[in-house]
DNA sequence: AATGAATGAGGTTTCATTCAT
DNA sequence: AATGAATGAAACCTCATTCAT
C-alpha cells in the first residue's frame, strides 16, 4: 500500500485520512506528555488500543510520522494565523497581528506546540546534524521587518537581529509557561506585543 | 567500587577524578554533536575506546552521568561568572556583568551549552515531567533585578516577567547561533547588554 | 500485541496460546533442569530456537512468564486434584484422597513440581520477600481436618500443626526423590497415607 | 595468595582469618535476606564497606565463598549437637537428643539455617545438577535408627523411609517458621519430639 | 592485606520494522 | 485496511573476575 504508484502521490481513502488523523493526535499528546525519547510505535498505539502495525503501514516510518506531525501543527497554525495576518494593511498592524497570532495560536494550543519543539530539538540525521532547521519562520519574520522599514513604519533596525530577538522572545514563552506556576499567557501577550512596538518604533521625532 | 562507605562522599582518587573528567568531556561532545536520544553508554565508550561498564564503573546509572554533566558545565559557569559579578557594585553594572558574562560563557562554550540543553529539555521522570526545571537561574536573576528596583536603579517592570524575558533572549541564542550562518555572538552580546539595559533603566527625567 | 485493550483480558489468538504453552513448558524443563538462577530468556529461547524477544513479547517480563509457570501448574494439579476429592464423602476419605492424589500428581509431574519449587523458592520481590508466599495449601488441607474434627471424625489435634506437618511431609519427597537413588514413590504413598491416617485416627475405644 | 604451597593448606594468620569470618557472616546475613539469586559480592562488600576484590582475595571465588558458608553453620551445628548426643546411652535417648538439638540449633540460628538452605537449593553444577546433596544426614540419622533396631529399642520400621520422613519434618519447620505468623517454635519442638517417639517406639506388649 | 580500575559476558527490556495473512 | 507474530539491534545494568600497585 506505502508503494505509491509511479512517482505521484497516491490518492488517499476517507478512512485511511481518518486513521492518520488520529495517528498524529495521539503523537502529538504522547510528545507533549512523555517527550520524544519517551515517544515510541508503541505507546501510541497502547494509548489508541490498536497495533503498533498500524502505524507503520500508515506511515512507513518514525521520521515520516513526525514529520507529519510537524507538518501539521504548522497548517494548523498557518490557518490560524494567515487571514488574519491578511486582513491588515498596515506594516506595523501586520507585524503587531503576526505576533498576536502566533501567541494566541501557542497559547490555544499548548500540546502541539510542545509536541513539535520535542521533534524539532531531537530529530536528528544520521551525522548528528538536525532535520528540522525552522529559519524559515525567521526568515518570514524578516521580510515583513523589511517591508515595513522601505514603507518607513519602522526605525532603521537591523532585521535579521531583531527577527531572531522576536522569535527569541515567543518560543521561550512555552517554557515560560511550562516552569512558572504563575504564568499569565494573556498579559504576557499584551506585554510582548508592547515590547516589540515600542521595539520597532521609530523613533518620535 | 561504587560502593560508597554508608551514605558519606567518598574520597576519589586522582586517577578516578581523571577518568570521570573525560567521560563527562566525552559525554559532552556526544550530546552536543548528536543529541540527547543518539547518547549511550556504548557510543561514549566507543569514542574513549573504553568498555561500556567502565563508565557504568564511575557513574553507576546514566542519570548519574547526565546529572554529573549538568553540574559539571554548571560549576564552570560560576567559576566564570562568579567573580566578574561580585566585582560590580552598582545594581545596573550587576545586571550589565551578569548579562554580559554570562553570554561570554555561552559564546565560548557552546558544546558545553548544547550539551546541558539536551539533558535539560529531555531527561525526565517516569510520569513524564522534566527532572531538571531549571527555575533557578530565573530566580537568581529576579533577585537582581528586585535589588536594584529597590535602590532606584530600575525602572518599575515587573521582576518576575523581566527575568523570563531576559532569559529568554539569552537561552535563544544558543538556537540561533546553530541554525544563522552569519551569526556574529560579539556583535550580538553588545546588542543584547544594551537593550537590557535600555529596558530596565529608569525613564529619563 | 502485550497491548491488553483496558484492563480487560485479552482475547488470545490459537498461534499465540500455541506459543505461550510452547514457552511454559520450555521455561519448566530449563528451572528443573538447572535451576532459577540459570533460567534465562537467553536459555530458553535457544532451546527453542527462536528469538530470545518473542518471549518478551508474549510475556513482557521474566516476571510474568514465571507467574504463568506457577499458575500453569497450579491449574493442572487442580484440574487432577478435585474431581477425585469431590468423589468423596467422608472427611476421612477427603483427607486420605486429598493426600493420594495431590502424591501421585508430585509423582507424575517431577518436573513441573521442581519447576514451582523453584520458582517459590526464589522470586523475592525488591525489599527481598518472597513474592510466592504458599500458605494457601495449608489452609485448605487444615479446613478439611477442621471439618472432619467437627463430623467427629477425627482425633483432637491442633488443626494448624497437623497441617503444617502433612505438608511438611508432602513437600519432602521432591527432594527426596531427587536425592535418594532407592527412594521408590509408589510404596512411599502408600506409606505416607497409612502413616497420615494413623496419625488423625480417632483412639480405638 | 591464594597459590597454595605446595598441595598443603597454607597457614592462615589471624587478620585474614578474621576477615574471612567477617565475610563469611556477612553473606550469611544477606543470603537469608535477599536470598540467593540477589546475593553477590557487590552486595556482600557494600555491606562491609570494604572493596569487592577483598572478597575474591580471600576466597578466589563465588563457589568457594559459599562452600565455607555452607561449611561454617555445619560446623556451628555439630558442635552444638555432638556433645550433647555423645553424653546419651540408650538408642531412645540418642534419638531423642539429636532430634532436640537440631531442632534447637535450628531455632536459635535461623539466619543461618536460612542462608544454607538457599546455597543447597541453588548452588549447581554447569551441567544442572546440585553441588550439594546432603544425603549425609539421612544417612547419619539412618545410622542412629539402625543402631537402636539392633538392640531392640525401636520397632521394626524401614529405616530409610523414616530417616527420610523425620528430615522432611525437621527441614520442614523452616519454612513453617517464616510463613506461619503463629508459629511457636518450642511447642513444636516438643510435639515434635514426641510425635518421633511414638513413631519408633515398640508396639506395647 | 587490600584496593582501585577495568573488563567482558550475560541479563532483561524496548524499539522500529517486516511479512504473511 | 489491519493485525499478529517475529526479529535483531541496541539500550542500561550487574556480575565475577583479573591485575597492577
Chains 1, 2, 3, 4 share one sequence.
Not at 514529520?67 to 504548522?74: P, S
Not at 529559519?135 to 537591523?158: M, N, P
Request: hydrophobic fraction near 40%; charge should be positive; include cysteine.
Amino acid at each position: 500500500m506505502r508503494s505509491e504508484n509511479r512517482t505521484a502521490v497516491r490518492q488517499r481513502t476517507f478512512t485511511e485520512e481518518a486513521r492518520r488523523g488520529q495517528i498524529i493526535a495521539c503523537a502529538i499528546e504522547v510528545l507533549a506528555e512523555l517527550g520524544y525519547a519517551q515517544t515510541s510505535f508503541a505507546r501510541i498505539a497502547e494509548r489508541l488500543g490498536i497495533s503498533k502495525s498500524v502505524i507503520s503501514y500508515h506511515f512507513g516510518g518514525k521520521d515520516e510520522l513526525l514529520e507529519q506531525v510537524a507538518q501539521a501543527v504548522y497548517a494548523a497554525a498557518a490557518r490560524y494565523m494567515i487571514p488574519r495576518i491578511r486582513a491588515q494593511h498596515s506594516a506595523r498592524a501586520v507585524l503587531g497581528t503576526y505576533l498576536r497570532s502566533n501567541l494566541e495560536f501557542i497559547r490555544d494550543h499548548g500540546k502541539d506546540i510542545d509536541a513539535v519543539t520535542e521533534i524539532f530539538l531531537n530529530v536528528r540525521r544520521k551525522d548528528g546534524s538536525r532535520r528540522f532547521a525552522g529559519g524559515q519562520a525567521v526568515r518570514a519574520l524578516q521580510e515583513i521587518l523589511r517591508r515595513g522599514q522601505d514603507e518607513g513604519a519602522f526605525a532603521d533596525f537591523d532585521t535579521r537581529t531583531m527577527a531572531w530577538a522576536i522569535r527569541n522572545l515567543v518560543d521561550g514563552l512555552t517554557r515560560q509557561r511550562a516552569l512558572d506556576p504563575e504564568f499569565d499567557f494573556d498579559t504576557c501577550i499584551d506585554e510582548l506585543v508592547a515590547l516589540v512596538d515600542r521595539a520597532t518604533r521609530k523613533a518620535a521625532s
